[in-house]
């Protein structure tokens, strides 16, 4: 299975995924009778119409075989995109983008900060961005 994280710099966990060109992507090997292997694969830079903010299911899209992607936080509307897509939104408190994947295959993964102001920013964007297209 493979997990993206998205990463602004390469090294934290980052939020507001929607708009994230930078990701790191990690590939999960299970076998039977041995514990998971979390194994980092590429870094990727999306140019602007692959970032999914402005994504339009045109194209096939570099993270569209992930299982899940990883940030700190997310609107709902691309929390429901990704559903739609077939791809789990995870998001989280850790700042280490590895510890984050290990940790969801290890089912512990930190719940997010809450952000009660942030969360009404996703959603006021959100909704002036399907009202103006």
Not at 37 to 49: G, Y
Not at 67 to 94: D, H, P, Q
Not at 110 to 128: A, Q
Request: glycine share 6%; hydrophobic share 35%; net charge neutral.
């Amino acid at each position: 299975m493979y997990i993206a994280v998205a990463s602004r710099d390469g090294k934290k966990v980052s939020g507001h995924i929607g708009k994230c060109a930078h990701w790191i992507l990690y590939e999960v090997k299970e076998e039977a009778g041995q514990p998971p292997q979390v194994i980092e694969q590429e870094s990727l830079l999306l140019a602007k119409p692959l970032i999914f903010h402005y994504y339009k299911d045109d194209q096939p899209h570099p993270l569209r075989h992930c299982t899940a992607v990883i940030g700190a936080s997310a609107g709902e509307s691309f929390v429901e995109k990704m559903k739609k897509r077939g791809i789990a939104t995870l998001l989280t408190a850790e700042t280490d983008p590895a510890k984050a994947v290990e940790d969801f295959v290890n089912q512990q993964l930190t719940p997010p900060k809450p952000r009660p102001i942030g969360s009404l920013v996703c959603k006021v964007r959100d909704w002036m961005s399907s009202s103006h297209d």
